[in-house]
């Protein structure tokens, strides 16, 4: 069972809470590749302030997928941006954004909240047009609340957040699998495995290509071999090659993969 509240957490929740009355635009962020279960429940007062979704790491997600979360939230009434934050992508129409939501004559506060090592902090350095938030490619990098001031925007960086308790162990897992639950609390070979089963279903081609596969059988074992992942004795680390996987997906390199489609349960097939 995957279980991670550590407790910075808790404390960000309450201070949240308590920011709530100064603040006149609350950015949620959720992962493009899982928009669903990345948005995170329990925050719901967030909704009462002027309020814009945005999907981060659009550059990792299925263009096709993300189109289609676009419209379901859309058609709901809310305001959906989707950012490629690295590449700045996204960032001229969010800025629009916020100052049509915010058009008095001091710089708007805004704040920034999102499931960890969802680009919470990088967004908030993209738009001040410094680096005065760290950022890491883990999550829970950010412990405590930081308000950065620049470009126009006082900007309040807040810790990743999860929730108590993942009534649903699928979504914990596809958390998991975006490197939003830290990976040493995490059985990696068992993470990677659910991952394979997921691409050969709605993915195989991709799958194929990145790991020069044979067939879809024992893909882990296919992996460590093509990888030579070897431990001492010459036997297969199955470790090592569940890193690869992971890493592959986490970076891009295996292609643009989103696990979640609006109305639709995914992983629900096999
Ligand atoms: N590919 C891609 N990577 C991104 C994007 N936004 C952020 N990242 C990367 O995601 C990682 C996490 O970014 P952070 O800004 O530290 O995330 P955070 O939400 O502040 O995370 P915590 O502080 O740990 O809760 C970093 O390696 C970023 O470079 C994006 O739009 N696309
Ligand atoms: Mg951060």
């Given at each position: 069972?995957?279980?991670?509240?550590?407790?910075?957490?808790?404390?960000?929740?309450?201070?949240?809470?308590?920011?709530?009355?100064?603040?006149?635009?609350?950015?949620?962020?959720?992962?493009?590749?899982?928009?669903?279960?990345?948005?995170?429940?329990?925050?719901?007062?967030?909704?009462?302030?002027?309020?814009?979704?945005?999907l981060t790491k659009g550059d990792l997600a299925d263009e096709e997928r993300t189109n289609l979360w676009v419209d379901y939230w859309r058609k709901q009434?809310?305001?959906?941006?989707?950012?490629?934050?690295?590449?700045?992508?996204?960032?001229?129409?969010?800025?629009?954004?916020?100052?049509?939501?915010?058009?008095?004559?001091?710089?708007?506060?805004?704040?920034?909240?999102?499931?960890?090592?969802?680009?919470?902090?990088?967004?908030?350095?993209?738009?001040?047009?410094?680096?005065?938030?760290?950022?890491?490619?883990?999550?829970?990098?950010?412990?405590?609340?930081?308000?950065?001031?620049?470009?126009?925007?006082?900007?309040?960086?807040?810790?990743?957040?999860?929730?108590?308790?993942?009534?649903?162990?699928?979504?914990?897992?596809?958390?998991?699998?975006?490197?939003?639950?830290?990976?040493?609390?995490?059985?990696?070979?068992?993470?990677?495995?659910?991952?394979?089963?997921?691409?050969?279903?709605?993915?195989?081609?991709?799958?194929?290509?990145?790991?020069?596969?044979?067939?879809?059988?024992?893909?882990?074992?296919?992996?460590?071999?093509?990888?030579?992942?070897?431990?001492?004795?010459?036997?297969?680390?199955?470790?090592?090659?569940?890193?690869?996987?992971?890493?592959?997906?986490?970076?891009?390199?295996?292609?643009?993969?989103?696990?979640?489609?609006?109305?639709?349960?995914?992983?629900?097939?096999?």
């Amino acid at each position: 069972m995957i279980q991670w509240y550590p407790g910075h957490m808790a404390k960000a929740r309450r201070e949240i809470g308590e920011k709530l009355k100064l603040v006149d635009v609350v950015l949620e962020l959720a992962d493009a590749r899982i928009p669903s279960s990345s948005r995170n429940p329990g925050i719901e007062e967030i909704q009462r302030k002027p309020h814009i979704l945005i999907l981060t790491k659009g550059d990792l997600a299925d263009e096709e997928r993300t189109n289609l979360w676009v419209d379901y939230w859309r058609k709901q009434g809310e305001e959906v941006i989707v950012l490629d934050v690295l590449r700045r992508r996204g960032l001229n129409r969010l800025k629009d954004a916020i100052k049509k939501v915010h058009d008095k004559n001091r710089q708007p506060r805004v704040l920034v909240v999102g499931i960890p090592n969802v680009g919470n902090s990088s967004l908030i350095n993209q738009l001040a047009q410094r680096s005065s938030a760290k950022i890491g490619a883990k999550p829970g990098v950010t412990r405590s609340q930081q308000w950065v001031k620049g470009q126009g925007f006082q900007l309040l960086d807040t810790p990743g957040l999860l929730w108590p308790k993942f009534d649903d162990q699928m979504v914990a897992q596809k958390l998991a699998v975006v490197s939003s639950i830290r990976d040493e609390i995490l059985d990696i070979v068992e993470l990677a495995k659910w991952l394979i089963d997921f691409l050969i279903i709605h993915y195989p081609e991709k799958l194929i290509e990145r790991y020069k596969l044979e067939n879809l059988d024992d893909v882990l074992v296919q992996i460590a071999h093509r990888r030579g992942c070897l431990r001492k004795g010459g036997e297969l680390d199955f470790e090592q090659a569940a890193q690869v996987v992971l890493k592959d997906f986490r970076t891009g390199s295996l292609g643009r993969i989103s696990l979640e489609v609006p109305g639709e349960d995914l992983t629900d097939e096999d």
